[in-house]
C-alpha cells in the first residue's frame, strides 16, 4: 500500500533564533525525527516520526525546541474523534491488533481525586512530624488470630513470615527485558536504601542482582520464565501473578528482539525467541489448583518466604480475594485497571477492568466481613500518583501499595506510551545498549530515593494531621474519608459518608 | 650545593634548567648565552620578520620566569674553553665559572656554502636567517622594492621567503634539489607547497644553485649554475645548518658531525652533557648516528640531560623527525620517512589542497606527511614512535580518519587512565 | 591534581559537553550567542566506535594535562606551557598556530582553531570553579577527579 493515511500525532517547532546546529537532538532521537541537512546548515524534523517523549526538548541547551499536538483537524464529531478515526486507519493498513503502553488513559472517574482526608481540630489535637514519634512501618504477611505470652510476657506465638517495608510503598512488577538492566539496578538499589522492597516481574532474577535479594520480591507467573529453587529463595518473598491490572485475561509477550545473552540467561530461554506468557497459568483451574502452587513455592523455601497472589481488579474481585486468601497466601496484590504496561491490546488496555479504588473497598470490606482479613496483606496497584493516594489506600484498607509508573517517571519515563516499540529514548523499556546507557543508575537510583523519600514525609505529615502517630491505625478507618462528587452506589462501595455527613 | 651551569639558552638548555630545577630544589643552576637577547623561540623569527609576531611575543619564557624558578642567566656570555680537571669554564673576556655538571646545548649555526665571490665580512646585503639578530638585521635592510635571493629551499629558506612577503619587491628561492624541502617532503606533497607558495609571488628556481655572486661591499647580481644571471639586492644564505661544537673541541669530546653522547645524554667526558642541535642522536628507524635539528627533540633532550644531571636516571627515546610548518595559510605536518616506503595510502583532493599521505613498512607506520588535514597527527606519530603494529589496531587507518578509537578498547583505556607520563 | 575524567560506559555521544565548552570559551556567556555569533571551537573531541558502520559507543576526550607534556615541549614559542598546579595552558597571545603540539599530542586531543591563527584545547575551564563539560553532562559520564578519585572510580 502506498498511499498510507497516516498523520503526525505530535509537531516538532523549532525556534530557527535559538537554535544552534548543535544536533544534540539529532544525536538522541532514536526515533529519526531529527536530522541535519549540512547544505544548508540547518536541523529538520519529521514530524511524523515524534513520540513527544521530550528528550530533545530536555537536552536542547538553548531550549529551542517545543512539541505540540499536530494542529490537523477533522471535522468536529463527538462521536467519531480524531482518535477513532486515526485507529481504523491504522488497523486498514496493517490488520493487527491496536497495541499501547502505560495504564488506561480514558476518562473514567479517578476516585482518588473524589476522596477527601479529615484533619484534627481541638479534640484529638494533630501531631507534628516533625517533633513526635511517627511511624510508616508496616509488616506485610499472614498475621495469627491471636498472640500468646508466657508467664514472663515472651511470644509463644509462632509467627509466619514477614516483610517489613520502612514505608508502605513498593516498586511494582517489572521484569528485566521489559525495562533495561539500569534501570532494574535503579529499582534494587533505591528498595535497599530505602529499606523496601521492589519486584522482578516475571523475567527472572540476573545473578548479579542477587545481592539486593533482602529488598527483592520474584515474580512466578504464567510462563515461568527464571524459575528455579535458587531464584525463589533468593528474593524476601515470592508473588504468584494470576493477572495485570492494564491487560486482565492476557498474557504477556516480550519481543525476541529484546531478548538479547543477559536477558536470555536469566529468562532461561534461547536468545532472540519470544518470550510469551500464556493468558493462564496452565495449572490453576481452581481455588484448590491454586493453593497448590502457594504450598509448593511454600515447601520449595522451607515456609520462611510469604508468598503473595496478584490478581487484576475485576468485577468479581471481592470473592476472588476471599478464595485467595483461604488458598493460603500471605498477601493479596490487587491491581487497578489503571496501571501501566510496556504492551498492552489496547482495546483490553481501555476496557477491562475496573478502578482499584472500588476494588480495594469491596475486598476489604468482603475479607472483614468473612472474618478473615488478619490472615492476609492488602497490598493495591494501579496508578498511585501520590502520597495522598497511598493514605487513601490505606484508610480504605490497603497495608501498602506497589508503584510502578511513578517509579518509571522518577526515572525519566515522560509517558510517551511507546514503550512496546523497544526504542525508549530515556533508557527505561528498552536492550538497545545506546540507549540503556542513557539511564545512569548511579544518578537515577537517587531519583527514585527521593520520591519515596518525599512522599513518605507527605504520609506522615497527612497522618499527624489526622491526629495517628502510626500508619498501621489508619488502616480501613474509613472514618477518615469522606466522599464528593460521588453517588449513592460508589458512596457504597466505597464504604464512605458524603462530605459534610 | 651543586652548581649546573648550561651553555646556551635555546630549547634545551631551558628545559634541561627546568628540569634540575624539578628535580633538585637548592642547586644553583646557571645558563650562559653568547646572544644579547633573553631566550626568544628561534623558529619565531620569520614570524618576526614579518610582522606577525611583536618582538614582546618572541620572548620563550615570561620576564621573571627564571628569576621564580631561582634559575641565573647570563646574557653576552660565551664559553671559550673548558677546563675538566678544576671543573671551570672560561669565558671570553677572562671570566671563569666554576661547575659541578655541565651542560653544553650551544644548538647550531648555519652552515656556508662555498661559492664564489661570496664574503660575509664584507658584503652588507647578505644573511644568514638563524637568529633573531639576523631577523632584525634582515628587516632593517629590506625595502619595497628589493629583489630578494634565497639561496636553500629548506624549511628556514621558504620560512624566510614567506617571512619576506609583501615586504620586497621579488623573492626568488634556489635549490639543487628538485623540489622543495627534499628532506622532509616527497614529490607529490612538495608540489602542492611549491605550487601554493608560487600562487602568493614566491618564484622557484630548483635544481640549480648559486655558483657565483658578484659585487664587493654589496652584492648586485648572482650566477646561477644553470648559467641565469638574476639581480640580487637582499641574499639570504639557508642552506642547512651544522652543530656548533668549537667549545666542545676544547676539551676532545667525541664527536662526529655533532657531539656523541649516550641515551643519558652524556658526552665522553664525566659530568658533561650535551643535548639538542649539537648532538647525534640515533634515528628511531636505521639507529644510526645523525643531527637532527629539531626543536621539541631539543626540548626533550635537554629535560633528559637535567633530569641525569640531577642525579635522575631518565633515558632519551630515539629521535625521528616531526615537523609542523605552515606557509600562507597552507598547514604541513610531515614525519618520519617520508621518501622512499615500500607502501604508502595517499588521499589527495588538490581543489582544496589536502594530501594525507601514509607510509606504511611492514605493518609499521614509518612516516606521514598531512597537508591541511592535520587534525589528529599526533595519533599518527604516536603510532611511529610507539612502533605500534597496524594489525593490532582497532581499523585500518588507511581506511578512514584516524582517532583514538583505533586503538583497542584494553589499549585505550589503559592510555587514557594510567597516570600520564608521556 | 584534578583533571577531567570521561567514562565510556556512560557516554552519550550527544555533544552537550562541546556546546558548553564553546560558551565557556566564547566572549559571549550565552549558549546562542556564543555559537552564532563567535568563532570559537570546543576543546573537546567526541569520537565513535562503529561497528559495520554504526556508531556502537562513544567517548570524549579532552587535554590529559600529561606529567611530561610533549606540546609543551615542541612548541616553538612557548605559547604551550603548564602552570605550577600541572594544568597545561596555551598563550593564545603567543601562539602562532604552527600545529607543533597537534603534530605530537598522543591523544589527538589539541584541535586548530577556526581561523587557523591558534589552537584549542582544555583548560579546565579555569575561573568557572567547575569545568562546564563536568557540569552539563546529562549523563555524569564526564567528572572532575584527583588521584584517589580515580582510584576509587576504576575499582
Not at chain 1, 493514605?391 to 484498607?397: D, H, I, P
Not at chain 1, 497527612?462 to 466522599?483: D, F, V
Request: glycine share 8%; hydrophobic share 40%; aromatic share 6%.
Amino acid at each position: 500500500m502506498s498511499l498510507s493515511f497516516d498523520i503526525p500525532v505530535f509537531e516538532v517547532v523549532r525556534n530557527e533564533k535559538r537554535c544552534i546546529q548543535c544536533q544534540v537532538c539529532v544525536r538522541q532521537c532514536f526515533n529519526s525525527v531529527h536530522s541535519y541537512d549540512e547544505d544548508d546548515n540547518v536541523v529538520c524534523t519529521d514530524d511524523i516520526k515524534c513520540v513527544n517523549c521530550h528528550r530533545c526538548v530536555t537536552l536542547c541547551p538553548t531550549r529551542a525546541l517545543i512539541i505540540k499536538k499536530y494542529p490537523l483537524e477533522f471535522r468536529e464529531n463527538t462521536n467519531w474523534t480524531s482518535n477513532a478515526i486515526k485507529e481504523i486507519y491504522k488497523q486498514s493498513q496493517t490488520g493487527g491488533v491496536l497495541l499501547s503502553s502505560m495504564g488506561n488513559p480514558k476518562a473514567f472517574p479517578i476516585y482518588w481525586d473524589k476522596i477527601l482526608l479529615n484533619a484534627s481540630q481541638v479534640t484529638n489535637p494533630s501531631i507534628d512530624p516533625l517533633r513526635e514519634p511517627m511511624e510508616t512501618k508496616i509488616m506485610i504477611g499472614r498475621k495469627p488470630e491471636k498472640l500468646d505470652f508466657d508467664v514472663k510476657g515472651k511470644l509463644l506465638t509462632e509467627m509466619p513470615p514477614q516483610v517489613e517495608l520502612s514505608t508502605p510503598i513498593m516498586f511494582s512488577a517489572m521484569s528485566y527485558g521489559s525495562i533495561s538492566r539500569n534501570a532494574h539496578e535503579s529499582l534494587a538499589r533505591a528498595a535497599t536504601e530505602l529499606g523496601i522492597c521492589y519486584n522482578t516481574g516475571e523475567g527472572g532474577l540476573n545473578r548479579d542482582f542477587y545481592k539486593y535479594g533482602k529488598n527483592t520480591i520474584v515474580q512466578v507467573a504464567s510462563g515461568r520464565f527464571g524459575v528455579h529453587k535458587e531464584y525463589l529463595s533468593a528474593g524476601i518473598a515470592i508473588e504468584i501473578k494470576i493477572g495485570q491490572g492494564a491487560k486482565p485475561g492476557i498474557g504477556g509477550h516480550l519481543p525476541g528482539k529484546k531478548v538479547g545473552e543477559d536477558v536470555s540467561a536469566t529468562r532461561m530461554i534461547p536468545v532472540g525467541s519470544d518470550a510469551i506468557s500464556p493468558a493462564p497459568h496452565h495449572d490453576i483451574y481452581s481455588i484448590e489448583d491454586l493453593r497448590q502452587l502457594i504450598f509448593s513455592l511454600k515447601e520449595t523455601t522451607s515456609y520462611k518466604k510469604p508468598v503473595f497472589v496478584k490478581i487484576a481488579a475485576v468485577h468479581n474481585a471481592a470473592a476472588i480475594a476471599s478464595g485467595i486468601v483461604r488458598a493460603g497466601a500471605d498477601a493479596i496484590v490487587v491491581d487497578g485497571f489503571r496501571g501501566g504496561t510496556g504492551a498492552a491490546p489496547t482495546r483490553v488496555r481501555d476496557n477491562v477492568g475496573i478502578p482499584i479504588e472500588l476494588a480495594l473497598a469491596a475486598i476489604d470490606q468482603r475479607l472483614v466481613e468473612e472474618g478473615i482479613r488478619n490472615q492476609a496483606s492488602l497490598i493495591v496497584a494501579g496508578s498511585i500518583r501520590n502520597s495522598s493516594d497511598i493514605v487513601k489506600a490505606v484508610a480504605l484498607g490497603a497495608d501498602a501499595v506497589y508503584v510502578g509508573s511513578a517509579a518509571v517517571i522518577a526515572l525519566g519515563c515522560h509517558m510517551c506510551h511507546t514503550c512496546s516499540t523497544g526504542k525508549c529514548n530515556w533508557g527505561i523499556a528498552t536492550q538497545e545498549p545506546e540507549l540503556v546507557k542513557r539511564l545512569n543508575p548511579d544518578i537515577m537510583y537517587k531519583r527514585l530515593v527521593n520520591l519515596v523519600s518525599a512522599w513518605n514525609h507527605e504520609i506522615q505529615e497527612m497522618l499527624g494531621g489526622m491526629g495517628i502517630n502510626a500508619i498501621e491505625s489508619l488502616r480501613g478507618n474509613r472514618l477518615m474519608l469522606r466522599g464528593i462528587d460521588l453517588n449513592e452506589k460508589e458512596l457504597k462501595v466505597l464504604g464512605i459518608k458524603y462530605a459534610g455527613e | 650545593m651543586m652548581k649546573y651551569l648550561i651553555i646556551g639558552n635555546s630549547a634545551a638548555g631551558i628545559n634541561a634548567a627546568d628540569a634540575i630545577r624539578m628535580n633538585d630544589n637548592k642547586g644553583n643552576i646557571k645558563i650562559i648565552s653568547r646572544e644579547k637577547f633573553r631566550a626568544y623561540g628561534r623558529p619565531l623569527i620569520s614570524y618576526y620578520l614579518s610582522g606577525k609576531v611583536s618582538p614582546e611575543n618572541m620572548y620563550y619564557r615570561s620576564e621573571n620566569y627564571f628569576k621564580s624558578k631561582n634559575i641565573e642567566v647570563l646574557l653576552n656570555v660565551e664559553a671559550e674553553n673548558i677546563d675538566l680537571k678544576n671543573k671551570e669554564v672560561a669565558t671570553i673576556g677572562g671570566g671563569k665559572i666554576a661547575y659541578d655538571k655541565l651542560l653544553i646545548a650551544t644548538g647550531s649555526g648555519p652552515f656556508i656554502p662555498h661559492i664564489k665571490g661570496l664574503d660575509m665580512c664584507k658584503q652588507e646585503n647578505v644573511f644568514t636567517f638563524l637568529t633573531y639578530e639576523d631577523a632584525i638585521k634582515l628587516k632593517k635592510k629590506i625595502t619595497k622594492k628589493s629583489k630578494v635571493i634565497v639561496a636553500g629551499a629548506g624549511f628556514i629558506g621558504l620560512k624566510a621567503a614567506e617571512g619576506l612577503f609583501g615586504q620586497v619587491g621579488s623573492i626568488t628561492v634556489v635549490d639543487l634539489a628538485d623540489r622543495v624541502m627534499a628532506s622532509i617532503l616527497d614529490k607529490q606533497s612538495a608540489d602542492i607547497v611549491q605550487t601554493h607558495m608560487e600562487q602568493n609571488n614566491i618564484n622557484f628556481k630548483l635544481k640549480t644553485s648559486v655558483c657565483e655572486i658578484y659585487g664587493k661591499n654589496n652584492v648586485s647580481t648572482v650566477a646561477l649554475s644553470n648559467n641565469e644571471i638574476l639581480d640580487c639586492d637582499i641574499l639570504v644564505i639557508a642552506v642547512g645548518v651544522r652543530p656548533n661544537i668549537d667549545i666542545a673541541n676544547t676539551i676532545n669530546l667525541k664527536t662526529k658531525d655533532g657531539i656523541i653522547v649516550n641515551e643519558y645524554m652524556q658526552t665522553s667526558k664525566r659530568d658533561v652533557y650535551a643535548a639538542g642541535d649539537c648532538v647525534e642522536s640515533l634515528d628511531l628507524f636505521s639507529g644510526d648516528s645523525k643531527v637532527f635539528a629539531l626543536w621539541s627533540s631539543a626540548s626533550n633532550q635537554g629535560e633528559v640531560a637535567g633530569f641525569n644531571m640531577a642525579s635522575v636516571e631518565m633515558k632519551a627515546p630515539m629521535v625521528f623527525a616531526v615537523n609542523a610548518i605552515s606557509f600562507f595559510g597552507l598547514q604541513l605536518i610531515s614525519a618520519g620517512v617520508v621518501n622512499a616506503s615500500t607502501s604508502n595510502n595517499i588521499v589527495l583532493d588538490l581543489v582544496k589542497s589536502e594530501l594525507c599521505r601514509l607510509n606504511i613498512l611492514n605493518d609499521n607506520l614509518v612516516g606521514f606527511v598531512l597537508i591541511n588535514c592535520e587534525q589528529r597527527a599526533g595519533i599518527y606519530t604516536a603510532l611511529i614512535s610507539d612502533r605500534v603494529k597496524l594489525s593490532e589496531l582497532d581499523y585500518d587507518i588507511t581506511s578512514r580518519d584516524v582517532g583514538f578509537s583505533v586503538y583497542s578498547k584494553d589499549e585505550r583505556t589503559k592510555k587514557y587512565w594510567e597516570p600520564c607520563k608521556r | 591534581m584534578k583533571k577531567v575524567y570521561a567514562f565510556e560506559t556512560k557516554c552519550l555521544g550527544c555533544g552537550l559537553c562541546e556546546v558548553y565548552c564553546r560558551t565557556a570559551h566564547s566572549k559571549f556567556k550565552d549558549v546562542v550567542k556564543a555559537h552564532n555569533r563567535d568563532n570559537v571551537i570546543s576543546a573537546i573531541v567526541i569520537e565513535n566506535i562503529f561497528r559495520q558502520s554504526k556508531p556502537i559507543s562513544y567517548f570524549v576526550l579532552q587535554c590529559r594535562h600529561c606529567l611530561s607534556p610533549r606540546c609543551v615541549k615542541a612548541c616553538i614559542s612557548g605559547a604551550m606551557h603548564k602552570d605550577e598546579q600541572g594544568i597545561v595552558h596555551n598563550d593564545k597571545k603567543r601562539c602562532v598556530g604552527c600545529l607543533s603540539c597537534v603534530s605530537v599530542c598522543p591523544f589527538g586531543a589539541i584541535k586548530k582553531s577556526r581561523d587557523c591563527k591558534t589552537i584549542s584545547k582544555c583548560d579546565l575551564c579555569v575561573g568557572y570553579g567547575e569545568p562546564l563539560c563536568v557540569k552539563n553532562c546529562p549523563n555524569d559520564a564526564i567528572k572532575l577527579l584527583d588521584e584517589n578519585e580515580v582510584e576509587v572510580a576504576l575499582k
